[in-house]
Nanobody, 122 residues
Framework: QVQLVESGGGLVQAGDSLRLSCAASARSFHNYVVGWSRQAPGREREFVAV????????YYSESVKGRFTISRDNAKNTIYLQMNSLKPEDTGVYSCAVSPRLTMSLAGFASWGQGTQVTVSS
């Protein structure tokens, strides 16, 4: 079972950037597709982005496309989410998860990590 730890969140102003990290425990990390989601208070979890095993295919939700970039470093067992031009509506707890199959929705991931808080002030 892959253990995931997210980090890099914080309080920023609108227009700022943040880079989140998702560190995995398993040596077989390169065998998994990895996704990011977010959840704002009182709202349902929202799919954000996903990256395939080798890192040469990515998919984003319409709300973040063009502003966020997902990448991975399999040598470091780490996934990154570079977030630029942040907006107040990007506020939430950001979590990562793995899947053995390629998926572009929340349903494809069994469970999400504890997450890291991102707060964007206007």
């Amino acid at each position: 079972q892959v253990q995931l730890v997210e980090s890099g969140g914080g309080l920023v102003q609108a227009g700022d950037s943040l880079r989140l990290s998702c560190a995995a425990s398993a040596r077989s990390f390169h065998n998994y597709v990895v996704g990011w989601s977010r959840q704002a208070p009182g709202r349902e979890r929202e799919f954000v982005a996903v990256i395939n095993w080798s890192g040469d295919w990515t998919y984003y939700s319409e709300s973040v496309k063009g502003r966020f970039t997902i990448s991975r470093d399999n040598a470091k067992n780490t996934i990154y989410l570079q977030m630029n031009s942040l907006k107040p509506e990007d506020t939430g707890v950001y979590s990562c998860a793995v899947s053995p199959r390629l998926t572009m929705s929340l349903a494809g991931f069994a469970s999400w990590g504890q997450g890291t808080q991102v707060t964007v002030s206007s």
